[in-house]
């Protein structure tokens, strides 16, 4: 697999999560009106928030790339790879970082959680391209 292709899928995959996070969000809002009343409303996504999880989606394909698409757990699909790399990435690099960020800045749960959702989102949409890019390629 070529390493600029899994780099542009993860680069498209963060742009992507940007995205579906906003309808989700916006979902929710709509279908439950005190989370806007009780300020976990996400805030308005501006460019540097969509570079950074574009940037956050080239490091997972580079990662991706460098553990050759975890090819030790075999005789799974591409979707359930995805995933579990996905959720690897959120549970062992995001989760602390996310945790760390609310405590010093002192957010209240439903912020944190929110941020915390947004980057699994990311991470496991990144994960869910790679596999599949990783197993049309191989």
């Not at 050759?68 to 591409?78: E, Q």
């Amino acid at each position: 697999m070529e390493r600029s292709y899994l780099l542009l899928t993860g680069s498209l995959s963060g742009l992507v999560s940007i995205l579906a996070q906003a309808v989700l969000w916006s979902l929710a809002e709509a279908a439950f009106p005190r989370l806007r009343a009780e300020g976990a409303s996400s805030r308005q996504l501006d460019v540097p928030d969509i570079l950074v999880h574009m940037a956050a989606g080239v490091g997972l394909g580079l990662l991706f790339w460098l553990s050759w698409g975890l090819t030790a757990i075999v005789d799974v699909s591409w979707w359930q790879r995805g995933l579990i790399f996905g959720g690897l990435t959120w549970a062992v690099l995001i989760a602390p970082s996310v945790i760390s960020i609310a405590r010093a800045m002192q957010l209240a749960a439903m912020p944190a959680t929110v941020l915390a959702m947004r980057w699994a989102t990311t991470c496991v949409i990144a994960g869910l391209a790679c596999a599949w890019s990783w197993e049309r390629a191989v």
